[in-house]
């Protein structure tokens, strides 16, 4: 199955989003991911990456990566997510396990597919821009096949939660080199960098089935090579998942962000996005800035039926926030 000119979403969704508990744990005690959370109560987090792959590349095109102890989450939300474009993992391994699982499922069905990595847990108040620079990058791959475009947020304020991409001078293309990533430096540091031209890492990157392997196998060629074998015998074996499962016991846990992109920036080229109200929702302070720069949305994208977690709700719940922001809070 080929996506629009071999253009595939990727959506990562297995994470657990330790830092943001404190909003995602209902009254009762039941702790729900952030991407199967709503910012207001809306559609959730992993519907709207879900929305903005479908606004690049067509439904057969768009692949979920998930964790199956959250089957009860994910499975009412994927509904238009094709079901050979669910890649369940046995449990979560980090996003590097949780990326290099689709990506050798894909280099089978689409050699020469073109990836764009759609984390599942941002909120974007101006998607239009984003999707505008998304598309940019895509045309970019086809003169330089070999490499990998991380999309930067040029920052709107010196966060010191966020990591940032410290850029060289341009290439011969145009497109800027990375030096070297920063995670989470002091806000004074944070300034700094900025008047230097960093950018916020948003871990939305473009690039082709062939180059993001390269980046796994130059890394971590062992994990690369096991799982590779443990599918084949999974397939050979009509489906099951024993193999998968028995690797994922003893997997180790690797950040794709910093175990393989970090290590390798010589390969790798950052394109500036414009402010769009991008936002990773990371902690509660962030989820409070995001509520006060978003204006209040209709609860459109909701299911009858379903239970979400309004992260907004919660945030006035914990910090009786009914001055500054009850007026936004729906």
């Given at each position: 199955?080929?996506?629009?000119?071999?253009?595939?979403?990727?959506?990562?969704?297995?994470g657990?989003?330790?830092?943001?508990?404190?909003?995602t744990?209902?009254?009762?005690?039941?702790?729900?991911?952030?991407?199967?959370?709503?910012?207001r109560?809306?559609?959730?987090l992993?519907?709207?990456?879900?929305g903005?792959a479908?606004?690049?590349t067509?439904?057969?095109?768009?692949?979920?990566s998930v964790a199956a102890?959250?089957?009860?989450?994910?499975?009412?939300?994927?509904?238009?997510?094709?079901?050979?474009?669910?890649?369940?993992q046995?449990?979560?391994?980090?996003?590097?396990?949780?990326?290099?699982?689709?990506?050798?499922?894909?280099?089978?069905?689409?050699?020469?597919a073109?990836?764009?990595?759609l984390?599942?847990?941002?909120h974007?108040?101006?998607?239009?821009v984003?999707?505008?620079c998304?598309?940019?990058?895509?045309?970019?791959l086809?003169?330089?096949?070999?490499?990998?475009?991380?999309?930067?947020?040029?920052?709107?304020?010196?966060?010191?939660?966020?990591?940032?991409?410290i850029?060289?001078?341009?290439?011969?293309?145009?497109?800027?080199?990375v030096?070297?990533?920063?995670?989470?430096?002091a806000?004074?540091?944070?300034r700094?960098?900025?008047?230097?031209?960093?950018?916020?890492?948003?871990?939305?990157?473009?690039?082709?089935?062939?180059?993001?392997?390269?980046?796994f196998?130059?890394?971590v060629?062992?994990?690369?090579?096991?799982?590779?074998?443990?599918?084949h015998?999974?397939?050979?074996?009509?489906?099951?998942?024993?193999?998968?499962?028995?690797?994922?016991?003893?997997?180790?846990?690797?950040?794709?962000?910093?175990?393989?992109?970090?290590?390798?920036?010589?390969?790798?080229?950052?394109?500036?996005?414009?402010?769009?109200?991008?936002?990773?929702?990371?902690?509660?302070?962030?989820?409070?800035?995001?509520?006060r720069?978003?204006p209040?949305?209709?609860?459109?994208?909701?299911?009858?039926?379903?239970?979400?977690?309004?992260?907004?709700a919660?945030?006035?719940?914990l910090?009786?926030?009914?001055?500054?922001?009850?007026h936004?809070?729906?």
């Amino acid at each position: 199955m080929r996506g629009n000119q071999n253009t595939w979403a990727l959506v990562p969704a297995a994470g657990e989003g330790l830092r943001l508990r404190s909003l995602t744990t209902t009254d009762l005690g039941l702790s729900i991911s952030k991407q199967f959370c709503s910012l207001r109560g809306g559609a959730t987090l992993l519907d709207e990456a879900l929305g903005r792959a479908r606004a690049l590349t067509h439904a057969c095109g768009i692949c979920a990566s998930v964790a199956a102890q959250h089957q009860g989450w994910w499975s009412p939300q994927l509904g238009t997510v094709l079901k050979n474009n669910i890649i369940v993992q046995p449990q979560n391994r980090g996003t590097a396990n949780g990326i290099l699982m689709p990506l050798l499922l894909l280099l089978d069905r689409d050699p020469g597919a073109r990836i764009v990595l759609l984390p599942s847990d941002h909120h974007v108040r101006d998607e239009p821009v984003l999707s505008r620079c998304i598309r940019g990058a895509f045309g970019q791959l086809q003169s330089c096949a070999d490499e990998t475009l991380l999309l930067g947020l040029e920052p709107e304020e010196a966060d010191p939660e966020l990591g940032y991409i410290i850029p060289g001078g341009k290439d011969h293309r145009g497109r800027l080199r990375v030096l070297q990533f920063v995670e989470k430096p002091a806000t004074a540091r944070a300034r700094e960098l900025i008047g230097l031209g960093a950018l916020w890492n948003a871990f939305i990157v473009t690039s082709t089935v062939h180059a993001l392997m390269a980046l796994f196998v130059r890394r971590v060629p062992e994990v690369v090579k096991a799982m590779h074998a443990a599918m084949h015998r999974d397939l050979e074996s009509s489906g099951a998942e024993g193999a998968i499962a028995q690797l994922y016991d003893r997997l180790p846990t690797l950040d794709f962000s910093q175990d393989i992109l970090a290590k390798q920036p010589s390969y790798l080229r950052a394109l500036p996005v414009p402010p769009c109200g991008w936002s990773d929702l990371g902690t509660p302070e962030r989820v409070a800035g995001a509520l006060r720069r978003s204006p209040q949305q209709a609860n459109e994208g909701s299911r009858p039926g379903s239970y979400h977690v309004s992260l907004a709700a919660q945030h006035e719940r914990l910090h009786g926030l009914h001055g500054e922001m009850s007026h936004e809070v729906a």
